[in-house]
Every structure is written in structure tokens, then in C-alpha cells.
């Protein structure tokens, strides 16, 4: 039976969502079983704050047996000692299931998430490519080099590191599980994948399409969690890597508990990264192109371009500009409307980036400028999910 | 100022004044992170030579966005390791060396 969302407080219906998605069950050792004490954490439409669903949601205990499953799938094979080309073939597979069940991988990710749908598209369609790339990455990677050594014959080999903990962020969920999860398999590596307890969906539907397309059990495991069971991920002995992604704080807490222990890790963390306008360029090929890469996915992207710096002499129509195509970014709620700003998960990114901000209500969408050596803003992030787009000038 | 160095994680972006290339490069690496950036110009040999000073792992030039087929990933305080790429393939092996007297080259049983 169909379920219709409320009206938003702006007044616009998100459209009618099927039944409430239920995943009850973790995926661990090629089954799917309970959490202990049969935990589970409502996912929401981050919009409207209303449930689309209920997942799964691991205790130690889980990450402990999801470990240990990951453990013995790699010591006592078979993946860790097929070829690359027996796993390519496993990568495709996975491909073609991803396909399969595009729409479906695409909705989800657009409701659990909150994105704009134009982002989640290419989201999912590159997590086949890239499968697909990984696959051809077989033939070609150097898995044994012989070399002429200085004193000895030598040959340089490339083992799998072995069990990888892939922590997810809630931004890009199934954008940024494949880049971890695709070489750890090309390579022999069996993970333990931790997605975000915000958005864990995707990650059940990705473990059916590996179980379909003929994953030997244990050797993709899919266990949501809060943070403080994710540390228990983190600290397990039996994880020889950690692969993080997320904000520059936990990676630091990330790297200093994997240091002492002599554990691999790779952080991918936050950025502020700069785009430099030189005073050559035609701003209105430039502004069109630039403005929206400065706040994609409602600016929860780590790599937007959020300093913009422009020659002194244009600045002043830089900002003006940016500001009136900004403006123009539409802001929507339908989970099946082109727009370019739709959530804030505010509660998590306010605090994570521990910014100050000062609302300004009274003034208009668009941007907000410097008032006595202060910037003032139009949207108040810190107390709202739904942000409308700014620039200032600082 | 903390819009101008922190990561705000929402639809916000600073604009920054500069005077002359070395302050802008200036300010661009005067930062805790070094992810991603860009520059646009008219001239693609003096943003890829401006690019080059940009102490980042990801810049673009009259484009800002990711080719997946190469290394992504941070400098400073953006990360370690990289992701995408042959390179992030190489984030998942250990290396080990195998060696035999120099009389006895060792072959690959990968080899055909």
C-alpha cells in the first residue's frame, strides 16, 4: 500500500513512498541474521524528518562475529587464493546486477540520502563502471614483477592486505563504498563494510547483488553501526587495514588507534578547497561552470570548491555573479526533482565542522555580506536540515 | 575566519580578494586542508602552472571535478592514501619480495 509523505513545511508533497523498507538483518558469513539483542535505527527522508524505513543496526557483538567471518574467509579461502581473473569475473557479475536494480539503488539512495536525484544517477551508474574498470585492472595490475635484484633474483609480489574495515560516510553512500570495496576484492581482500547508520540501505541491497553474483560467504559483510560499535571495527585485532571516509576528527581518532597497533589504514577526510579565478578568465563561461561545483549535494561534498578567490580588481563581479547564479539554484523536496540543494544533515555537519554561524532571517536567499567585519548568513544551518544556498563575502 | 577555513559541510563558499598570483597561491595553501581546488583562466599553460603550486591532491583546471581513473586523495590534513586509480588498487596489497641466488632466477607463476 502506498504511503503519502505529509506536506513539507515549505508546503510541497514529496510524492508517495511504498511501504517502509525493513532490514532486519545483518549480512555476515554469506547469511543474514539478527543483531544481537534485535537492535534496528530508523532511516529517514532527511526533508521531512519521516521514516522510509528500519535496518539492521550491529552491536560488538556483531562487528566481532562479521570480523571473525571476514577472518576466516580470507585465511581459509577460497578468495584470498583465486586468480585475479576468477574475482574479475565476480566484478562484472556484480556489475550486471548493479544494473539490474538501478532504479531501485537510485531511489533509495535519493530517499535515504536526501540528494539531488541528478547526482545520484551517475552515483550508481559509475558504481558499475567502476566495477568494470576494476575487472580490466586484472590483466593489466603488476601482481608479480621478476626484477633484477642487486645481490639476488628477486621477484616483487602483491599480496591481498587481507581483512579490510570500510568505514562509509552518509553523503555519497554507494559513491564512496566502491572505491574501497572494488580493489579490496580485484586484490583478494575480504571486508568487513561498515555503512553509515543514517543511510544503510544501499549497503543490503549491494550485499544481495555480491551473494548473486557468486561472492563466496564471509567475504563481503555488511554491518551498520553507530559510532561507538564502528570503533570496535576499528580497534578489532583480526582487521589488518581500515579504510576511512569522513571528517578530518574521526580520521585523526582513526589513525591513532590503528598507529598503535601497526594496523594499515587509509582517511579520506575533509577539504577547503580553492578555486582560483585568474583575471584573464571570462566570467560568464566561468561562473556558470564554477558556481555549482562550490556546493554540490546541498554542500556535503568534501571536494567543492567553497573558497572562491578572485583578482581584487573583479571581485565585485565575481560576487555578483556567483550570487545571482546561486540565486537561481532551485531548492526542492520531490526526491524525484532535478534540484541542487535538498538536505543539511546539519546535526552532524554543523558540529563536525564546529563553525559559528550567525543567522541572518531577515535577509533574502542568495548571498549575505560583510557587516560591521562580520559575515552574517541567510541560512541558519546550525538549527535546520534544509539550508538554503549562500555566498559571503569574507 | 572560520567561513574562510573551516569545513562547513553546507551550501555555503567564501570569496577571497587577492592581489597578484603569489597571493592567491598564497591563500590558497593557507590551509589546514589540501583536497581539491581549481583554477580558470583563459590561458590553460598558466592555470596548470599555477595549479602545480597548490599544495592539494586534486586540482582542475577550467574544470573542477574527478576523473576516477587517477589517484584521489588529500594532502595535509585532507588524508593519507589514495582512492581510484591504479593507485588505490596499490592501498590494498602488501608488497613482498621473493629472492633466490642470482644463478637461480626466480619466474613468475602468474607468467604464462
Partial sequence: ?394 | MTIAQEEIFGPVVAVIPYDGEDEAIGIANDSAYGLAGSVWSADPDRARSLARRVRSGNMGVNQAMLELGGPFGGFKGSGLGREYGVEGIDGYVELQQVTSPASEPLTSELRD
Fill in chain 1, 1 to 394: 500500500m502506498d504511503r503519502t509523505l505529509s506536506e513539507t513545511p515549505k508546503g510541497t508533497p514529496v510524492g508517495a513512498v511504498h511501504e517502509l523498507i525493513e532490514r532486519d538483518f545483518l549480512y555476515i558469513g554469506g547469511e543474514w541474521v539478527k543483531p544481537e539483542n534485535g537492535r534496528t535505527t530508523d532511516v529517514i527522508y532527511p526533508f521531512t524528518e519521516e521514516p522510509i524505513g528500519r535496518a539492521a543496526l550491529a552491536g560488538p557483538s556483531d562487528v566481532d562475529r562479521a570480523v571473525r567471518a571476514a577472518r576466516a574467509a580470507f585465511d581459509d579461502g577460497p578468495w584470498s587464493r583465486t586468480t585475479p581473473a576468477e574475482r574479475a569475473a565476480i566484478l562484472r557479475r556484480a556489475g550486471e546486477g548493479i544494473e539490474a536494480r538501478m532504479e531501485e539503488l537510485i531511489r533509495l539512495t535519493t530517499l535515504e540520502v536526501g540528494s539531488p536525484i541528478q547526482g545520484v544517477g551517475p552515483q550508481v551508474a559509475v558504481a558499475k563502471i567502476f566495477l568494470d574498470w576494476h575487472a580490466d585492472q586484472a590483466d593489466t595490475y603488476p601482481w608479480e614483477e621478476e626484477r633484477p635484484g642487486i645481490f639476488s633474483s628477486l621477484l616483487v609480489r602483491r599480496e591481498p592486505v587481507g581483512v579490510v574495515g570500510a568505514i562509509v560516510p552518509w553523503n555519497f553512500p554507494l559513491g564512496l563504498t566502491m572505491p574501497k570495496l572494488c580493489p579490496a576484492l580485484l586484490t583478494g581482500c575480504t571486508v568487513v563494510l561498515k555503512p553509515p547508520e543514517e543511510t544503510p540501505l544501499y549497503a543490503f541491497v549491494l550485499a544481495e547483488i555480491f551473494e548473486e553474483a557468486g561472492l563466496p560467504p564471509g567475504v563481503l559483510n555488511v554491518v551498520p553501526a553507530d559510532r561507538t560499535v564502528s570503533e570496535e571495527l576499528v580497534k578489532h585485532p583480526l582487521i589488518d587495514k581500515i579504510s576511512f571516509t569522513g571528517s578530518t576528527h574521526v580520521g585523526s581518532r582513526i589513525g591513532s588507534i590503528c598507529g598503535e597497533q601497526i594496523k594499515r589504514f587509509a582517511l579520506e577526510l575533509g577539504g577547503k578547497s580553492a578555486a582560483i579565478i585568474v583575471e584573464d578568465a571570462d566570467l560568464e563561461t566561468v561562473i556558470p561552470k564554477l558556481a555549482p561545483e562550490t556546493m554540490r549535494n546541498s554542500g556535503q561534498r568534501c571536494i567543492n570548491q567553497t573558497r572562491v578567490l578572485a583578482p581584487r580588481g573583479q571581485y565585485d563581479a565575481v560576487v555578483e555573479a556567483l550570487a545571482a547564479t546561486i540565486s537561481a539554484f532551485p531548492v526542492g523536496t520531490r526526491p524525484n526533482e532535478r534540484r541542487s540543494s535538498a538536505r543539511s544533515s546539519a546535526k552532524r555537519s554543523a558540529s563536525a565542522s564546529r563553525a559559528t554561524l550567525h543567522p541572518a532571517p531577515n535577509k533574502g536567499p542568495g548571498w549575505s555580506s560583510e557587516e560591521a567585519g562580520r559575515p552574517t548568513w541567510n541560512a541558519a544551518i546550525s538549527s535546520s536540515r534544509r539550508s538554503s544556498p549562500t555566498s559571503t563575502t569574507a
